[in-house]
C-alpha cells in the first residue's frame, strides 16, 4: 500500500485543490495506458459532515474535477494526454493506508498481493475475508475457511471492502 512516487507527486499536489472544495481526499489511482492514461481521484465527506450522515454528491464530484482540473493544467505533471475522473468510493471503496484500513476492522476485505503468501500448494495472491486487526506495518485477515493471515501492508496491491447486506 505504499503510494509510487507518482502518486506521492500529485497527492502532494491535488489535495489542497480538493480540501478547497470542502471535502477529503480519500485516494488516487493513476492508471498509465498507452498514450492516454486515467486519473482517478476518489473523495469522501469531512468528518463532521460524514457524523451528521452526510454523502458525497455529484456537485462535490463536479466542483473537485473543476479544481482540479485546473491545477493539473498549471502543473502539468502528467505526460501526454489522460482522463480525470472524480468518485466517492462507493461500498466497495478501495483502501489506501493502514489509517483507512484501521477503520474498517471487522468488515470483508478483498486483497491483491504483491508477492504470494500461504504454503505449498495453498500459496495465494488473492485473499478476501474479515479483517481482525491492523497495525501501522500489518493487517489480519480471516478467511471463511478460518485461515488467519498476517499481510504487510507493503505487500498489498489493491485492497478493497466487500459490500454486504
Request: aromatic fraction near 6%.
Amino acid at each position: 500500500m505504499k503510494p509510487s512516487s507518482k502518486i506521492a507527486e500529485l497527492t502532494e499536489l491535488i489535495a489542497p485543490a480538493v480540501r478547497a472544495c470542502g471535502v477529503e481526499l480519500w485516494g488516487i489511482e493513476f492508471m498509465p495506458q498507452g498514450r492516454k492514461s486515467l486519473l482517478r481521484i476518489y473523495i469522501e465527506v469531512l468528518p463532521d459532515a460524514k457524523a451528521a450522515g452526510e454523502h458525497i454528491t455529484i456537485e462535490d464530484c463536479t466542483a473537485v474535477n473543476h479544481q482540479v482540473s485546473g491545477v493539473l493544467d498549471v502543473h502539468d505533471p502528467i505526460a501526454g494526454e489522460y482522463i480525470l475522473e472524480v468518485s466517492s468510493p462507493g461500498f466497495d471503496r478501495p483502501l489506501f493506508s493502514p489509517e483507512q484500513v484501521a477503520q474498517f476492522i471487522g468488515e470483508v476485505v478483498s486483497l491483491r498481493l504483491i508477492h504470494a503468501i500461504g504454503t505449498g500448494d495453498a500459496k495465494r495472491r488473492k485473499v478476501t475475508g474479515r479483517l481482525s486487526a491492523a497495525t501501522d506495518t500489518t493487517m489480519s485477515v480471516t478467511t471463511d475457511d478460518a485461515q488467519v493471515f498476517d499481510i504487510e501492508f507493503n505487500n498489498v496491491d489493491k485492497a478493497n471492502l466487500v459490500y454486504t447486506d
